[in-house]
Every structure is written in structure tokens, then in C-alpha cells.
């Protein structure tokens, strides 16, 4: 299945907790619009800023079927672009830790196959997971070990978030929001957990500290472009958010296994400053640390084609590029190929 497969189900049961007068089964009608506009709005406000709702109470009724709407199939894609990033072994026994919905665990499912466990303090959220098809939910973490545990937009919402991570074992997948402050909390959990032991499988390839946190301005991030479900752009005309296009996030995996050596010449894409006149700029990052990635304009050719299109979290290989003061220089003669 995928994401479209899924909508007739998360459109029913978004409407069933939001008492929608109902529609078609992939987009809302005109009579559910405001409404829905309406409910994922007073969720937004409550989850950016001060973050007043950002906590395991808000995610009931009304405000649980503006989640269904809105962060379900965002959380859906960044998961999956998280997997992506490391190779995986198909069919997993998954634990999906702060489940909520589903959403995390029914991406692995769909990319990987195996079989899933949600674990949340909600049980009205679970119940919502059991009606999109997980089979096995609870309200206590288990003992049982897994081979892929995911954590998607929870550790920001826990007091003590290193305490639950070290109660976990196998691939730990960490999607968290593209904020500033929520970003660079995952780079000090990032941090202390590699202080214990641990490793970093992406989108790090380095296994010292972050370089990212020695500035207050800088964190890491990642996107990924997607062609939202009918209804989701409905509510995007509708609440003037922009999310139908690329979406942001945070990610993190690591493991208590040590990844291959890292890779000369291979480097991770996480941050895109602003176009500057005559010259493309990005931020990437390996063992060798942060640094920005600079071509100019008139140094653009086929071998280094592939530098237009890079996003954050592209991993890509360089070849003779040369270190300037600006950072590493792509010239006429170097190569960018994705990895």
C-alpha cells in the first residue's frame, strides 16, 4: 500500500472524530472545508510557537481528527524519506515508540513489510491506529527486542526523552519537526547518546560531535518534495500553510552498532541558504565537519550538473573540488554525483 491507498480510511475516520456532515472518499466536501480548516489551525497554534499542546492530553476528539488531516500524511512521508536514508532489511519486527496514530508505523509497514507494535500514554489515539490496520497496540513499553524503532514528533513532547531512548535497542529512527529549537535538541540527543556509546547512521557520517551545535544559529535538516493526497490541498488553500509541496523535518538514526567507515569524498546536504547572485551555496557535512559548498555561475557544467538539483539530506560523492575561504569550491573540472 501507500499513502493514496490509505486516504478513503484517514478522510473516514477524521471525519467521524470531527463530526463532518461527509464527502467523496478522497477530498472534502464544500460543507467540511471550513470546519476542517478551522480545526487543523487551533491545532497549528498550539504546536509552534509556545508549543501549549505539544503533549500526549492533546490528541483526542476534534483535535485528534485535525491530526488524522493535516500531520498524519506529513509524518507518513517524512518517515518514509527518514528509511530511505540508510539501507534497511525487509520485513522488520517494528516498534513504533509514541505511535499516536500510526502514521510511522504504517510507513515502515508499507516501504518494508514486517510487522508492526504502537506504543503510546494515549489510548484514544491507538484506538485510531487499530481502525487504520495496526494489529498490535499498548499502553506499556514492551520487553520484547525489535529490529526498527521508530520515534516520530515524540521525543520533543517528552520531559526526559534520553530516558526512554536508552530503554530502546536495534535501528532507532528519529523524525522531529524542522524548528530551530526541536532541531538542535536532537543534535544534543545526538550528542549524549554517542557519548554512551552509540552511533550515528545518518544523516550523520561523522561519529564525533555535531558540528552544527558549535553555532546557536544552525541545526540540521532534511526535506522531501511529495504530491499531496486531494484533501491535504484543499486544507493548504484553505489555512494558507504550505505543505503541499516539500516538507521539512528533523531526522536521526542511530544504533548501538558501528556503521562501515565512513566513505572519502561522501557528504551529507544539510542546509541551503538563501540564492546569492552568481553563485549557489549550500551547507554539507562528513567526518571533515561543516562546511559550506560553493559553485559559480559560470563553473556550472555536466559533470557538476547534479549540484542544481540537490536537497537537504542528499547524500551525495565530490570529486577535485578545492578548499577556498568561502568553503569547498566546485570548479569546471570537479564532479557532484548523488550517492
Not at 507494535?117 to 487499530?130: G, I, M, N, Q, V
Not at 509541496?245 to 565512513?262: H, Q, T, W, Y
Not at 551555496?281 to 559553485?295: A, K, Q, Y
Request: glycine residues 8%; charged residues 25%; proline residues 10%.
Amino acid at each position: 500500500m501507500n499513502l493514496e491507498d490509505r486516504v478513503p480510511s484517514l478522510l473516514s475516520r477524521a471525519r467521524a472524530l470531527l463530526r463532518l456532515p461527509g464527502g467523496p472518499p478522497g477530498e472534502l466536501s464544500r460543507a467540511e472545508i471550513r470546519p476542517a480548516v478551522r480545526a487543523v489551525l487551533e491545532l497549528h497554534e498550539g504546536l509552534v510557537g509556545e508549543r501549549a499542546l505539544a503533549g500526549p492530553a492533546t490528541y483526542r476528539d476534534a483535535r485528534l481528527g485535525a491530526y488524522l488531516l493535516w500531520w498524519w500524511p506529513q509524518t507518513y512521508v517524512k518517515t518514509q524519506a527518514a528509511l530511505r536514508m540508510i539501507p534497511l532489511p525487509p520485513a522488520p519486527r517494528i516498534l513504533d515508540v509514541g505511535a499516536g496514530p500510526a502514521p510511522a508505523a504504517l510507513a515502515a509497514l508499507d516501504l518494508l513489510g514486517g510487522e508492526a507494535t504502537c506504543f503510546d500514554a494515549s489510548e484514544p489515539a491507538l484506538a485510531e491506529a487499530r481502525a487504520l490496520g495496526i494489529q498490535h497496540t499498548t499502553c506499556d513499553l514492551p520487553e520484547a527486542s525489535f529490529d526498527l524503532v521508530l520515534a516520530a514528533n515524540v521525543l520533543s513532547e517528552l520531559p526526559d526523552a534520553l530516558a526512554l531512548l536508552r530503554r530502546l535497542a536495534g535501528t532507532v529512527v528519529i523524525v522531529e519537526p524542522a524548528l530551530r529549537e526541536t532541531g538542535r535538541a536532537l543534535l544534543q540527543i545526538r550528542d549524549a547518546l554517542l557519548r554512551e556509546g552509540w552511533f550515528a547512521l545518518a544523516p550523520c557520517l561523522t561519529q564525533k560531535p555535531c558540528p552544527a551545535l558549535a553555532s546557536p544559529r544552525d541545526w540540521c535538516t532534511a526535506e522531501v518534495r511529495w504530491t499531496p493526497p486531494r484533501f491535504f490541498r484543499q486544507l493548504a488553500d484553505g489555512t494558507g500553510l504550505r505543505a503541499d509541496e516539500m516538507i521539512s523535518f528533523a531526522p536521526l538514526i542511530v544504533s548501538r552498532e558501528a556503521p562501515p567507515a565512513p566513505e572519502p569524498g561522501l557528504f551529507r546536504v544539510v542546509g541551503a541558504p538563501p540564492p546569492e547572485k552568481g553563485k549557489k551555496r549550500l551547507w554539507v557535512c562528513n567526518d571533515d565537519g561543516r562546511v559550506p559548498l560553493v559553485r559559480l555561475d559560470r563553473h556550472a557544467g555536466p559533470q557538476n550538473a547534479p549540484f542544481d538539483d540537490l536537497r537537504r539530506g542528499d547524500r551525495i560523492r565530490l570529486h577535485d573540488t578545492e578548499r577556498r575561504r568561502d568553503g569547498l569550491r566546485i570548479g569546471p573540472d570537479s564532479s557532484v554525483e548523488n550517492a
